[in-house]
C-alpha cells in the first residue's frame, strides 16, 4: 500500500529563518508530487508539482521553492520566512494513470 | 483558466438527515475529473469519491453521491442520513486529465447537529 510522510508535524519560526518541509511517499515509483498551503479558514492553493526527479512547476510566485532530490522525496524550502509563510502544507502523490490525490497529514506552520 | 466554486462557507444538518454541499467548476476543458475531500479538525486531507465528467452515472460511495450535472457544470456532493462524524471541511476539487493540476474550491464547512 501506498504512505505519504511529512515532517515536522508542527514548527514555530521567526521571521527571517530559514524552512525546511519534507515529504516523502512508500509503496509507488515515480509518483506526481504536490504542495499545497492551507492558509487558516481557506482553501487549498497549490504552490509547486513535480513530475519526476529535478522536475519542478511553481504555480504562484513567492518567498517559497522546491526540489525533488530523489523519486519519492520532494522537500518545500525557504531561505527567509515572512509572517504570511504561517499555515497549513500539505504534501500528496498522485500515482500514474490514477485520478486521486493521496495526502500527507500535513505540516503546521507559524511565523512570528 | 479552471476554477472551482463552492459558494455556501457553512452548512448545518440534523443528524440522519440527508444534505447537499454544492460545487461548480469552470472549464473549457472537454473532459474534467470531479473530486471530493473531507479534512476533520486533525486537518488531514480525506479521498470521498470521484467522477469524470463523462461517466454515465453518478458516482456513489457508501452514503456518498455525487450529483453530476454536465450542462451547468456542477458536481453537488449529497450526504445521507448524516453523523455527528460527518462534521468537518469539504472541499471539492477538480483536474483535467494528464495535467497533473488539482484546483480546489475554498471548502464548505459542515456542522452536524444531534
Known amino acids: 500500500s501506498q504512505t505519504i510522510h511529512q515532517w515536522p508535524a508542527t514548527l514555530v519560526q521567526p521571521v527571517g529563518s530559514p524552512l525546511s518541509l519534507e515529504c516523502t511517499v512508500e509503496g509507488t515509483s515515480n509518483p506526481n508530487l504536490y504542495w499545497y498551503r492551507q492558509a487558516a479558514g481557506r482553501g487549498l492553493q497549490l504552490l509547486f508539482y513535480s513530475v519526476g526527479i529535478g522536475q519542478i512547476s511553481s504555480e504562484v510566485p513567492q518567498n517559497l521553492s522546491a526540489s525533488r532530490p530523489q523519486d519519492r522525496q520532494f522537500i518545500l524550502s525557504s531561505k527567509k520566512l515572512l509572517l504570511s509563510d504561517s499555515g497549513f502544507y500539505l504534501c500528496?502523490?498522485?500515482?500514474?494513470?490514477?485520478?486521486?490525490?493521496?495526502f500527507g497529514a500535513g505540516s503546521r506552520l507559524t511565523v512570528l | 483558466a479552471q476554477k472551482i466554486t463552492q459558494t455556501q462557507p457553512g452548512m448545518f444538518v440534523q443528524e440522519k438527515e440527508a444534505v447537499t454541499l454544492d460545487c461548480t467548476y469552470d472549464?473549457?476543458?472537454?473532459?474534467?475529473?470531479l473530486f471530493w475531500y473531507k479534512q476533520p479538525s486533525s486537518g488531514e486531507m480525506i479521498f470521498l469519491i470521484y467522477?469524470?465528467?463523462?461517466?454515465?452515472q453518478n458516482a456513489t460511495e457508501g452514503r456518498y453521491s455525487l450529483n453530476f450535472q454536465k450542462a451547468r457544470k456542477s458536481a453537488n456532493l449529497v450526504i445521507s442520513a448524516s453523523q455527528l462524524g460527518d462534521s468537518a471541511m469539504y472541499f471539492c476539487?477538480?483536474?483535467?486529465?494528464?495535467?497533473?493540476?488539482?484546483?480546489f474550491g475554498t471548502g464548505t464547512r459542515l456542522k452536524v447537529l444531534a
Open positions: 476539487a477538480g483536474s483535467t486529465p494528464g495535467t497533473y493540476k488539482y484546483i
Open positions: 472549464t473549457s476543458d472537454q473532459s474534467y475529473g
Open positions: 500528496a502523490h498522485g500515482r500514474r494513470g490514477a485520478n486521486v490525490l493521496t
Open positions: 467522477q469524470g465528467s463523462y461517466d454515465e
